[in-house]
């Protein structure tokens, strides 16, 4: 029987290079992985979401064997893996923004800028979980040409049938009104329990929030106020890239009538659509998410397509 965990903490993490980027005179901090001695390699960015910020994301250590950082995990696959932490979160700098999609499709163009440049690539893989799905999909409009494949976990088109953003739509006038809102432990905890309890380990949500809350309990509220008022922030009849749109069985946010929507209008027939059972909404920290790690090395590393002639 197959290990249903079968990827744990390595011995010697890939190294973690740390770099700074300028978007209008505002320091973003941009990370990258790869693993030791490797040579041109395809580029994943990843791209977080509302609540966390890009280490807390994507390169989290939580207490045992198992491994959590994605960074690590794919870089162990072969990939040159980024990630940035968006204006206002992580180690970025601080304005009276609200950092809602737009900015953080700005954000990603200063940072591309940077990637490719470093890395010799003309385009990069993307992957984006929740918001950071919108932010990737939105930049993968604005520029085309920087993108390879995208995958977009998490993701919501125009909210149909999404019970949390109905719940989170309550408190719309406060996103209007404020830049930012309150994300202390027990908001990181509820993370991980408003869909459906038992599809992450506990321990998580307090390493997230350990690592996280260092950086302060308010988070901007740009991208709240982007999925309870102004979805869709992203056409998918200009999203020209091959696309994998990925949501977990208990998923409380993006629900699959939505999803299958947006998948029918993308323009490219090079797409797939994926529901990873015994997951919720937070795909990166569930018990499953070595599926998801499966499902996106499959597809970010499909052959090239041949044609007849």
Same mark, same amino acid.
């Given at each position: 029987?197959?290990?249903?965990?079968?990827?744990?903490?390595?011995?010697?993490?890939?190294?973690?290079?740390?770099?700074?980027?300028?978007?209008?005179?505002?320091?973003?901090?941009?990370?990258?992985?790869?693993?030791?001695?490797?040579?041109?390699?395809?580029?994943?960015?990843?791209?977080?979401?509302?609540?966390?910020?890009?280490?807390?994301?994507?390169?989290?250590?939580?207490?045992?064997?198992?491994?959590?950082?994605?960074?690590?995990?794919?870089?162990?696959?072969?990939?040159?893996?980024?990630?940035?932490?968006?204006?206002?979160?992580?180690?970025?700098?601080?304005?009276?923004?609200?950092?809602?999609?737009?900015?953080?499709?700005?954000?990603?163009?200063?940072?591309?800028?940077?990637?490719?440049?470093?890395?010799?690539?003309?385009?990069?893989?993307?992957?984006?979980?929740?918001?950071?799905?919108?932010?990737?999909?939105?930049?993968?409009?604005?520029?085309?040409?920087?993108?390879?494949?995208?995958?977009?976990?998490?993701?919501?088109?125009?909210?149909?049938?999404?019970?949390?953003?109905?719940?989170?739509?309550?408190?719309?006038?406060?996103?209007?009104?404020?830049?930012?809102?309150?994300?202390?432990? @027990?908001?990181? $905890?509820?993370?991980?329990?408003? +869909?459906?309890?038992? /599809?992450?380990?506990?321990?998580? !949500?307090? %390493? =997230?929030?350990?690592?996280?809350?260092?950086?302060?309990?308010?988070?901007?509220?740009?991208?709240?106020?982007?999925?309870?008022?102004?979805?869709?922030?992203?056409?998918?009849?200009?999203?020209?890239?091959?696309?994998?749109?990925?949501?977990?069985?208990?998923?409380?946010?993006?629900?699959?009538?939505?999803?299958? @929507?947006?998948? $029918?209008?993308?323009?490219?027939? +090079?797409?797939?659509? /994926?529901?990873?059972?015994?997951? !919720?909404? %937070? =795909?990166?920290?569930?018990?499953?998410?070595?599926?998801?790690?499966?499902?996106?090395?499959?597809?970010?590393?499909?052959?090239?397509?041949?044609?007849?002639?």
């Amino acid at each position: 029987m197959a290990d249903p965990h079968p990827y744990l903490r390595p011995a010697e993490p890939p190294r973690r290079t740390d770099y700074t980027v300028e978007k209008s005179g505002i320091p973003l901090a941009v990370y990258r992985k790869r693993q030791s001695g490797a040579g041109a390699t395809p580029v994943l960015f990843l791209v977080h979401g509302s609540s966390n910020s890009a280490l807390s994301s994507f390169d989290l250590s939580v207490p045992g064997d198992e491994e959590y950082s994605s960074m690590n995990v794919f870089a162990g696959l072969g990939y040159d893996v980024w990630t940035m932490d968006h204006e206002n979160y992580g180690r970025s700098g601080r304005t009276e923004g609200n950092s809602d999609i737009a900015s953080g499709v700005e954000d990603l163009i200063a940072a591309s800028e940077l990637v490719l440049r470093e890395t010799g690539e003309e385009r990069m893989h993307m992957m984006g979980e929740s918001s950071g799905a919108l932010r990737a999909a939105a930049f993968a409009m604005a520029r085309p040409e920087r993108v390879g494949r995208l995958v977009l976990n998490a993701f919501t088109y125009t909210g149909r049938n999404s019970p949390t953003l109905k719940k989170r739509a309550e408190q719309v006038e406060f996103f209007r009104t404020h830049s930012r809102r309150l994300r202390d432990r @027990d908001m990181i $905890r509820s993370i991980f329990t408003r +869909d459906h309890p038992g /599809t992450s380990d506990p321990k998580v !949500a307090e %390493a =997230l929030a350990d690592q996280e809350l260092q950086f302060g309990d308010q988070v901007p509220t740009g991208t709240y106020l982007d999925m309870t008022a102004n979805l869709p922030v992203v056409d998918p009849l200009k999203v020209t890239a091959p696309v994998m749109i990925v949501r977990g069985e208990h998923d409380g946010i993006a629900s699959e009538e939505d999803l299958l @929507d947006f998948f $029918r209008l993308l323009p490219n027939p +090079d797409r797939q659509f /994926t529901v990873l059972a015994g997951a !919720a909404h %937070a =795909l990166v920290y569930g018990y499953n998410r070595h599926h998801l790690w499966h499902a996106a090395h499959a597809f970010l590393s499909m052959p090239a397509r041949r044609d007849a002639g």
